[in-house]
Protein backbone atom coordinates (compact mmCIF):
# COMPACT_ATOMS: atom_id res chain seq x y z
CA UNK A 1 0.00 0.00 0.00
CA UNK A 2 1.25 3.14 -0.98
CA UNK A 3 2.00 5.81 1.60
CA UNK A 4 -0.86 8.56 1.62
CA UNK A 5 0.09 12.20 2.24
CA UNK A 6 -2.60 12.86 4.73
CA UNK A 7 -4.48 9.93 7.14
CA UNK A 8 -7.43 10.56 9.22
CA UNK A 9 -7.65 9.11 12.30
CA UNK A 10 -11.02 8.31 14.76
CA UNK A 11 -9.99 7.56 18.31
CA UNK A 12 -12.42 6.10 19.07
CA UNK A 13 -15.33 4.27 17.28
CA UNK A 14 -18.28 3.69 19.94
CA UNK A 15 -20.80 0.68 19.85
CA UNK A 16 -23.73 2.42 18.49
CA UNK A 17 -21.90 4.33 15.60
CA UNK A 18 -22.74 3.39 11.98
CA UNK A 19 -19.40 2.00 10.51
CA UNK A 20 -19.95 1.56 7.19
CA UNK A 21 -18.34 4.94 5.79
CA UNK A 22 -15.78 4.18 8.39
CA UNK A 23 -15.03 1.13 7.48
CA UNK A 24 -14.70 2.46 3.83
CA UNK A 25 -11.78 4.61 4.16
CA UNK A 26 -10.17 1.95 6.16
CA UNK A 27 -10.30 -0.69 3.31
CA UNK A 28 -8.29 2.20 1.25
CA UNK A 29 -6.11 3.32 4.11
CA UNK A 30 -6.78 6.93 4.45
CA UNK A 31 -8.82 6.17 7.90
CA UNK A 32 -7.28 4.48 11.19
CA UNK A 33 -9.30 4.18 14.20
CA UNK A 34 -6.80 3.66 17.54
CA UNK A 35 -10.21 2.06 19.92
CA UNK A 36 -13.49 0.49 19.29
CA UNK A 37 -15.87 0.10 22.02
CA UNK A 38 -17.84 -3.42 22.44
CA UNK A 39 -21.46 -3.83 23.14
CA UNK A 40 -20.27 -3.53 26.99
CA UNK A 41 -18.84 -0.46 26.84
CA UNK A 42 -15.12 -1.88 27.33
CA UNK A 43 -12.75 -0.25 25.16
CA UNK A 44 -10.71 -2.15 22.72
CA UNK A 45 -7.54 -1.13 21.15
CA UNK A 46 -6.99 -1.95 17.44
CA UNK A 47 -3.20 -3.00 17.11
CA UNK A 48 -3.63 -3.00 13.34
CA UNK A 49 -4.61 0.64 12.90
CA UNK A 50 -2.05 2.04 15.62
CA UNK A 51 0.61 0.11 13.76
CA UNK A 52 -0.04 1.81 10.52
CA UNK A 53 -0.76 5.01 12.35
CA UNK A 54 3.02 4.92 13.31
CA UNK A 55 4.07 3.46 10.17
CA UNK A 56 2.63 6.62 8.42
CA UNK A 57 3.94 8.89 10.77
CA UNK A 58 7.54 7.33 10.05
CA UNK A 59 7.14 8.11 6.63
CA UNK A 60 6.09 11.55 6.81
CA UNK A 61 8.92 11.93 9.22
CA UNK A 62 11.12 10.80 6.83
CA UNK A 63 9.86 12.31 4.04
CA UNK A 64 9.80 15.73 6.08
CA UNK A 65 13.66 15.09 6.92
CA UNK A 66 14.17 14.63 2.81
CA UNK A 67 13.05 17.41 1.98
CA UNK A 68 14.67 19.67 4.85
CA UNK A 69 18.32 18.05 3.16
CA UNK A 70 18.85 16.35 7.03
CA UNK A 71 19.56 13.13 5.57
CA UNK A 72 21.87 14.09 2.80
CA UNK A 73 25.06 16.60 3.45
CA UNK A 74 28.09 17.85 1.08
CA UNK A 75 30.76 18.12 2.91
CA UNK A 76 33.51 19.47 0.65
CA UNK A 77 36.60 21.47 1.91
CA UNK A 78 36.48 23.28 -1.09
CA UNK A 79 33.36 25.13 -0.07
CA UNK A 80 34.28 26.00 3.35
CA UNK A 81 35.77 29.49 3.86
CA UNK A 82 39.62 28.82 3.77
CA UNK A 83 39.66 32.73 5.43
Keep these: MAV ?7 CLQQANQPAKA ?3 FRQTGRVVVLFKEDGEGELLPNAT ?5 VNFLAAVQLRAALRA ?6 NLPLLQDQS
Design 4 to 10: AFGMGVV
Design 22 to 24: IDE
Design 49 to 53: DIFHL
Design 69 to 74: GELMQI
